[in-house]
């Protein structure tokens, strides 16, 4: 199966609305989980992440959900705008592969969200 | 600054020819990466650099070679290009290993989109 796996792949919101987006992981070590955002023919940008310490973090109206028994942390936009509407991608830090001690980070497939004014 | 900088931004090419796609980060970070990324299917790990004269596979390593001559420069080339290599093409860098204990932000380029015939 996928180390990361991102649900839903579209999500459409009325303006004002909330938005969730949703990613499992597979690695029970994995202690650091980004969120990017990436507009249309723009780079990937960080707009919150999260360590394994801390079960919930917000930024305005951002905020990142983490259970770590569940494996599972979510992206939670409130009052949703029009600008909010991009691609989301969350990741998730894996261990590396036997033998190696080096991490590497997967991305989930992303999520469109597009927000009707 | 200008933080991440890729060329070319576009390039077409005819199965079997060979070329090669530079990044340049200015930021003195120690990591940089290439990801491709298709629809769908989210940012995937190219090749990764831990250093200068440092490299190493990622996930989808296969058809592509990498050179860090420069601490500053992340080459990737691809030495026969086929159509499955069609994709936009991102190199990124941090301060911290992606994945890593103590993995922190991936400062990304703007993007390099080849498309081959």
């Known amino acids: 199966g996928e180390n990361v796996e991102q649900h839903p792949s579209t999500l459409s919101v009325q303006e004002g609305d909330s938005a969730v987006i949703k990613c499992t992981y597979s690695?029970?070590?994995?202690?650091?989980f980004p969120w990017y955002k990436q507009e249309l023919g723009k780079r990937p940008q960080l707009i919150i992440d999260?360590?394994?310490?801390?079960g919930e973090k917000k930024d305005q109206r951002i905020a990142v959900t983490l259970n770590k028994t569940a494996k599972h942390f979510s992206l939670h936009i409130t009052e949703t705008q029009p600008e909010d509407s991009a691609v989301y991608f969350c990741a998730a830090s894996m261990r590396g592969d036997r033998g190696s001690t080096l991490g590497r980070l997967y991305f989930g497939r992303g999520t469109q969200l597009t927000v009707w004014p | 600054n200008a933080g991440v900088t890729q060329t070319p931004k576009f390039r077409v090419l005819k199965t079997g020819q060979s070329m090669t796609l530079l990044c340049a980060q200015d930021?003195?970070?120690?990591?940089m990466y290439w990801y491709r990324q298709d629809p769908g299917m989210g940012l995937r790990l190219i090749h990764y650099s831990v250093g200068e004269g440092t490299t190493a596979k990622g996930e989808v390593p296969d058809g592509y070679n990498v050179s860090r001559l420069k601490k500053q420069n992340f080459l990737l080339g691809l030495e026969s290009a086929a159509p499955s290599q069609t994709s936009v093409y991102f190199c990124?860098?941090?301060?911290?290993?992606?994945?890593?204990?103590?993995?922190?932000?991936?400062?990304f380029g703007e993007g390099s989109r080849l498309t081959v015939l």
């Open positions: 930021m003195n970070h120690e990591y």
């Open positions: 990124a860098s941090s301060l911290r290993l992606a994945g890593g204990p103590m993995a922190g932000e991936l400062f």
């Open positions: 690695d029970s070590a994995s202690n650091y």
């Open positions: 999260i360590r394994s310490n801390v």
